[in-house]
């Protein structure tokens, strides 16, 4: 019954950001403060004593069908930081499995008379927002500019770059999640990065059910149609984040990139792959962040919402490539000498330099609460979903699998995974790989 609704406990619909959701409203009174767009589960009082926890979690039937499109997300409220956090996922049945309850809150949402009282008790309060994502379908290969403060991007003409003014090219290529939108910023916004270059391009593309080798040699056919591989000498720079780097090193490798490459730069790439789980938490963690205010990651949210739910039974072609357990990719790709004729340099982030109080033993969920009460939704959480160094999605290790890598050319900082091109330290050692000679490998 909404006429008991308590609206003012609600959570703010900025919390989503730009997420399109499912228009599944449970009250009609309309509001620009509160959301509204809410399924939600109020617990007074819990019996039988068993924890809910990752190893005995609840198992939510949802009353209709989920489409391939569509996820549901669970989230709490923590009312002594004021942050919220997801407290599970949707799996690929379409039930939500909740891992984490939060603490009871001050106020009951559905109870006669509460909309002006907060001390009628507590009560622990659960949210499920329906989100809906369409995925990039269209790889996009562009050529970006500057003019009077203005930047725009448009198609490479063919043969364009080809020209003998044009002497250094660079390509900023993306990961398993987002776009290139942030790192165009970091070269044109944040820093002057894009004055070392006579032409900055972008690689978009589809990243999670194209194989890595189609979406490498599609990039490879527009390198050629841009005139790269017209020119004898090496022009390309490629900067690389994440997953963005395997598609890099595959092109390099496999598909005759190295006659145009003449230095690969890598951010927070899984040479050495990462597992299916752990990939669960991370973006939960990056999710997290975005729903309490990191406005860098919100634009990112519907995809990760999308991902956490189909990686029990199905998984994505990418992911699987990633797998560090039984990948071809990785496999052929990280045979000796593959790399060899190209310097390669690999920018770590390592979140260990900031540490969280939280007992090793605790389970994700936990560490994840622990961490935002006590750091807060901006900075880097420490190392709970490996049990090794890393940016939270990728460990140092695996960005160090590289055959014949010169150990000395990786650096690691306070950096995690989404922040690579917002650190100052970060973008300060990327320039410096920038203006390093090419047959500079120390």
Not at 33 to 60: A, R, W, Y
Request: contains cysteine; aromatic residues 8%; glycine residues 8%.
């Amino acid at each position: 019954d909404t006429s008991e609704l308590n609206a003012t406990l609600l959570p703010p619909a900025s919390i989503w950001g730009n997420c399109i959701a499912n228009n599944n409203v449970i009250n009609q009174r309309g509001t620009n403060t509160k959301d509204e767009q809410l399924s939600i589960l109020e617990i007074e009082f819990l019996e039988g004593g068993e924890k809910i926890d990752e190893k005995n979690p609840l198992v939510l039937k949802t009353p209709q069908n989920i489409r391939e499109e569509e996820t549901i997300v669970p989230f709490g409220y923590d009312e002594e930081t004021g942050l919220y956090f997801p407290t599970g996922f949707t799996n690929d049945d379409g039930d939500v499995v909740i891992r984490h309850l939060p603490e009871p809150s001050e106020g009951k949402i559905f109870k006669e008379g509460s909309i002006n009282e907060r001390s009628i008790g507590k009560s622990i309060k659960l949210f499920f927002k329906k989100i809906i994502w369409t995925p990039l379908e269209i790889n996009s290969f562009r050529l970006v500019e500057k003019k009077d403060g203005k930047i725009s991007s448009r198609k490479v003409e063919k043969g364009e770059l080809a020209s003998e003014n044009i002497k250094n090219v660079v390509l900023l290529i993306h990961g398993i999640i987002g776009d290139t939108k942030g790192q165009v910023d970091a070269f044109f916004l944040q820093t002057d990065l894009h004055n070392k270059f006579d032409a900055v391009l972008t690689y978009d593309y589809e990243n999670l059910n194209t194989k890595i080798q189609v979406t490498a040699d599609a990039l490879r056919i527009e390198l050629e149609q841009a005139g790269l591989y017209d020119v004898e000498e090496e022009k390309l720079t490629i900067v690389a984040h994440s997953m963005g780097g395997l598609v890099s090193r595959y092109l390099i490798q496999e598909l005759k990139g190295n006659k145009i490459v003449k230095k690969l730069i890598q951010l927070g790439t899984p040479n050495g792959g990462s597992e299916i789980s752990d990939f669960r938490k991370s973006a939960t963690t990056i999710l997290a962040w975005g729903m309490n205010g990191m406005t860098k990651i919100q634009p990112y949210m519907p995809a990760l919402t999308f991902v956490g739910r189909f990686l029990e039974k199905r998984i994505f072609k990418t992911l699987d490539q990633m797998s560090t357990k039984k990948s071809e990719f990785l496999k052929g790709i990280n045979k000796e000498g593959k790399i060899v004729g190209v310097p390669h340099y690999i920018i770590a982030g390592n979140t260990k330099y900031i540490k969280a109080g939280y007992q090793d033993n605790d389970p994700f969920w936990e560490k994840l609460i622990q961490t935002i009460k006590q750091k807060g939704k901006y900075r880097v959480m420490d190392q709970f979903v490996f049990p090794d160094d890393n940016d939270i999605a990728v460990t140092i290790d695996s960005m160090k699998t590289v055959p014949g890598f010169d150990k000395e050319n990786i650096k690691e900082i306070a950096c995690d995974h989404m922040s690579y091109f917002i650190v100052d330290d970060s973008l300060e050692l990327l320039a410096k790989y920038l203006d390093a000679p090419v047959g500079d490998v120390s």
